[in-house]
């Protein structure tokens, strides 16, 4: 099958050679040569005008930009929110606002002004503690609950609030040490060094870290995937971006003074673990068997610069999971390189009967849209062709496509692989900052798979997994099945390399379109059937993020129902009918289903009590992970990311099926919709048979 982007992509190379797991486009290559600069002040204006220049959304600099760039500035020096009252927020917030013109005019003494007054406040609050701390009779309030997301909770209104958000911070980071079995003394000397610590590392901020912070807090303010890289942190980024990790295979955020969980990498050792969540917040970082280090406020480059290391090497983490109790848990993996073979499609086929016929069906898992640079070597379109050749000889009966762990991958690919299910036609619609629109369409005639079709979602399917769900949702060529709806990731970002030494600049400059005119940005993808996952809570998805940018919706450029469904060999198109249909018969079965009235337990347990941690809880359950380790005398064993829970292949390297493991709920009951789809299509086939007519 030919690839229907080439004419795209002569025009306009630059935007299609992009991974959708970031959604990101390298423009450029990093100058090489020459003395390597350093931001000053007076290069902010320029680069904030280049910001507002390609944007999506924003070209002028409004009140609101102000508002949010102050509020994000003033973060990055108090995460959790717990040093300035909220009338001295508002006040240092103000004078920000109002440096701005100053700082337009490349005068910075505004920015140094809020570090001086954040040394000042640390000061005050380490003090603080030490006091309280090594007050007589000190003891930790195990009963305390502590509210960790910042921006819900605010700023303290007054002195006492202040004073007791500080003394419940302190009760619940002497919990986190003493749980380890640390002595209440030295944990008091471990606390006094963090808040020293803490202060030094404000204090030690030069000019160029003062400046980085705020154009980043200025890029985060137009919407959540605009950033600035300094220099070190554009090396970074380009390390993550190379699929080359030596590390666990895990995309971080920071968030209130955690290192978040934001997605799992398909291929790598978490993956392979199959214990870390997306929301999950790490707390404490060792190497081996060695003392863990405490990274709650540490800065996330420094987090992760201690998670990541040498191929074969373990890594502890201990992690906290808020629900009706704080759990808290400590994992060991091994860390390994994440490879494309690692991520590679999967099949797998499963028999039913059903009122006495024997059905085959196919579930074909895709982690990613993958590819390597060549375009010779292993690319996930080769794999998936092969994968539903296969579907095709064994006479499947309908096939599952399962996207629900995957978190986009190269666009060009997403394309084609939504072309192996209809005839032809337009798949997405790419549109500029500047109103200009680029269209990706699948132009061969050629269909790899026709039968029923289930596409499996998720809150984790994003970017490019939206584009071909969406897409065959449009057409009516699928049934999706799964959480409410996908990431809604429908965002295109520009990374546009800096002189030597100033790093990059991280713009968000497109937005993609379905076919039938609504965007994938903000609300994703929905369900046609909703399948209830512990997932589905109020924080995980695009519309959840600060200053997430809301979808819009564009004139339909979706090909007509007869271009892309042929006249033989076609499908029996969605209808609402259809949809109502299996809607009622799935309800029926997750309202009878054990596993699922435990998946909705967990999700009452996680409103009642989202984003509350517990020392109380923390302690108890380290206290049952010592007791376990005792009784076994050795730690919970590392897991070897090489061992076979990935799909097995065959000598040749092409995909193969899996090994025989049982599905989640989720996916089950996906399968099991798909049964009900197979009987839907064969009733309506056998009338059309009947009484021949058009299908529409």
């Not at 640390?182 to 901020?205: F, M, Q, V």
């Not at 400046?211 to 980024?237: G, Q």
């Not at 895990?250 to 673990?273: C, H, N, Q, T, Y």
């Not at 709920?665 to 064969?682: K, R, S």
Request: overall charge negative.
């Amino acid at each position: 099958m030919t690839h229907p982007t080439t004419r795209f992509m002569h025009r306009n190379r630059l935007r299609v050679l992009l991974f959708l797991a970031a959604l990101t486009l390298a423009v450029g290559a990093a100058p090489r040569g020459g003395r390597a600069e350093t931001l000053t002040c007076e290069q902010i204006p320029s680069f904030m005008r280049r910001y507002l220049k390609q944007h999506i959304r924003y070209h002028e600099l409004t009140p609101e930009l102000r508002s949010r760039t102050a509020e994000v500035f003033l973060r990055s020096f108090d995460p959790s929110q717990s040093m300035l009252l909220d009338s001295e927020a508002e006040a240092l917030k103000a004078q920000l606002v109002a440096a701005f013109d100053d700082i337009e005019e490349g005068h910075c003494s505004a920015i140094s002004m809020v570090q001086q007054k954040f040394i000042e406040k640390q000061k005050e609050t380490s003090a603080f503690v030490k006091d309280f701390v090594n007050a007589e009779g000190y003891a930790i309030d195990m009963g305390v609950e502590i509210a960790v997301d910042a921006r819900k909770r605010g700023y303290p209104k007054t002195v006492a609030d202040r004073e007791r958000l500080a003394r419940n911070l302190v009760h619940f980071q002497m919990s986190n040490y003493t749980s380890d079995g640390t002595s209440l003394e030295e944990a008091k000397t471990l606390l006094e060094h963090r808040y020293d610590l803490r202060t030094k590392r404000i204090t030690e901020l030069q000019p160029v870290d003062l400046y980085s912070n705020f154009l980043d807090a200025f890029a985060t303010s137009l919407d959540p995937h605009s950033n600035y890289f300094s220099a070190d942190m554009y090396e970074d980024f380009r390390i993550s971006m190379s699929l080359s990790l030596i590390g666990i295979g895990v995309a971080l955020s920071e968030r209130d003074g955690f290192a978040v969980v934001e997605r799992i990498i398909p291929g790598g050792a978490a993956d392979a673990l199959g214990v870390l969540q997306p929301e999950d917040k790490i707390i404490e970082v060792a190497q081996g068997d060695e003392k863990p280090v405490n990274i709650i406020d540490m800065p996330l480059r420094d987090s992760v610069s201690l998670i990541r290391g040498k191929k074969g090497t373990t890594v502890r983490l201990t992690v906290l999971r808020p629900g009706e109790t704080t759990e808290r848990f400590t994992v060991a993996i091994v860390r390994e390189e994440i490879s494309l073979e690692d991520q590679a499609a999967a099949l797998r086929f499963e028999e039913r009967e059903v009122n006495g016929v024997k059905l085959k069906l196919a579930i074909l898992e895709l982690p990613s849209f993958y590819g390597d640079a060549d375009p010779k070597k292993r690319q996930c379109t080769d794999d998936v062709a092969d994968l539903l050749r296969k579907v095709n000889e064994e006479k499947a009966d309908g096939l599952v496509l399962d996207l629900s762990r995957n978190g986009g991958g190269l666009l060009n690919h997403a394309v084609t692989v939504s072309g192996f299910f209809i005839r032809k036609g337009e798949i997405v619609k790419v549109q500029d900052s500047n109103g200009q629109q680029e269209m990706l369409e699948d132009d061969d005639e050629s269909i790899l798979y026709s039968g029923p079709l289930v596409v499996h979602t998720s809150r984790i399917s994003a970017s490019a997994a939206e584009i071909l769900a969406g897409a065959l949702k449009d057409y009516k060529r699928a049934i999706i099945a799964g959480d409410d709806h996908t990431y809604g990731k429908g965002t295109v970002q520009t990374v546009a390399s800096l002189a030597p030494g100033l790093g990059a600049l991280k713009i968000t400059t497109a937005m993609f379109y379905r076919p039938g005119g609504k965007s994938t940005q903000h609300d994703g993808v929905a369900a046609d059937i909703v399948i209830p996952s512990t997932l589905s809570g109020d924080e995980y998805g695009e519309k959840y993020q600060p200053f997430s940018i809301e979808g819009n919706t564009i004139n339909s450029f979706q090909s007509s129902y007869a271009i892309a469904n042929p006249v033989s060999n076609g499908w029996v198109a969605v209808n609402q009918e259809m949809i109502q249909k299996l809607a009622s018969e799935s309800k029926r079965r997750i309202d009878a289903s054990a596993e699922f009235a435990e998946v909705y337990e967990k999700l009452a347990e996680y409103h009642e009590h989202a984003g509350v941690i517990r020392p109380a809880d923390l302690v108890a359950q380290r206290k049952e992970e010592r007791e376990k380790s005792a009784a076994s005398q050795t730690e919970p064993p590392a897991v070897d990311p090489n061992t076979e829970v990935e799909p097995q292949r065959s000598t040749d390297g092409e995909a193969g099926s899996t090994k025989e493991e049982e599905p989640s709920p989720q996916l089950a009951e996906a399968t099991n919709v798909l049964v009900d789809l197979i009987a839907f299509d064969q009733s309506v086939q056998a009338a059309a048979n009947n009484h021949p007519m058009s299908l529409q």
